[in-house]
């Protein structure tokens, strides 16, 4: 129900939780996404670090899409985090997804930055992700840099501020 308390768990390859946010309440969900907004979510880390978001969130969930994404509504305007992720599933309050490191950083005025190369290079081989795995990541990570550039959902910042309409409003 809209304005539900999420719960999102991250895992790693290996089914290891990698991070969990708390503090997520339900904006919309359909038969493609979910969709999560946050003031200041709460954050704990697989090392038990724990940490509160600095700025509020909109965060889109794909569920038949290999990729997720933190869109923060910052002063400057909207930044997208996007995880290259497996599609996400939703059971009783809790999204889930398994984090395959390769990431995107992109500014208010779509500059893109990939993150972690390195991490999914070394994660590849001690979590002994297969080749077909390799290949459905890469065709993705390629795929979800055309959205970005192309703007299309959830890439849209008119799409997003709706979206962050819908929950500052949220009952």
Same mark, same amino acid.
Request: hydrophobic share 40%; glycine share 2%.
């Given at each position: 129900?809209?304005?539900?308390?999420?719960?999102?768990?991250?895992?790693?390859?290996?089914?290891?939780?990698?991070?969990t946010w708390?503090?997520?309440?339900?904006?919309?969900?359909?038969?493609?996404?979910?969709a999560?907004?946050?003031?200041?979510?709460?954050v704990?880390?697989?090392?038990?670090?724990?940490?509160?978001?600095?700025?509020?969130?909109?965060?889109?969930?794909?569920k038949?899409?290999?990729?997720?994404?933190?869109?923060?509504m910052k002063? @400057?305007?909207i930044?997208?985090? #996007?995880?290259?992720?497996s599609?996400?599933?939703v059971? +009783?309050?809790? =999204? %889930?997804y398994i984090?395959?490191?390769?990431?995107?950083?992109?500014?208010?005025?779509?500059?893109?930055?990939?993150?972690?190369?390195?991490?999914?290079?070394?994660?590849?081989?001690?979590?002994?992700y @297969?080749?077909?795995?390799?290949? #459905?990541?890469?065709?993705?990570?390629?795929?979800?840099? +055309?959205?970005? =550039? %192309?703007?299309?959902?959830?890439?849209?910042?008119?799409?997003?501020?709706?979206?962050?309409?819908?929950?500052?409003?949220?009952?």
């Amino acid at each position: 129900m809209i304005g539900e308390e999420m719960v999102i768990v991250a895992f790693k390859h290996n089914g290891l939780v990698h991070r969990t946010w708390y503090q997520t309440f339900l904006i919309e969900e359909n038969d493609e996404y979910i969709a999560v907004g946050s003031t200041h979510a709460f954050v704990i880390e697989a090392d038990d670090r724990k940490w509160h978001a600095i700025e509020p969130a909109v965060s889109i969930f794909m569920k038949k899409k290999w990729f997720n994404v933190v869109c923060m509504m910052k002063p @400057s305007g909207i930044n997208y985090y #996007v995880n290259i992720a497996s599609p996400s599933l939703v059971e +009783n309050n809790v =999204i %889930k997804y398994i984090d395959y490191d390769l990431d995107f950083k992109v500014d208010d005025i779509y500059m893109i930055k990939t993150l972690d190369e390195f991490e999914y290079k070394r994660h590849k081989e001690t979590l002994k992700y @297969s080749s077909e795995l390799d290949e #459905v990541i890469k065709y993705n990570f390629k795929k979800v840099k +055309n959205m970005i =550039i %192309k703007h299309e959902f959830p890439f849209s910042h008119e799409d997003v501020e709706n979206l962050y309409k819908k929950f500052l409003n949220r009952s």
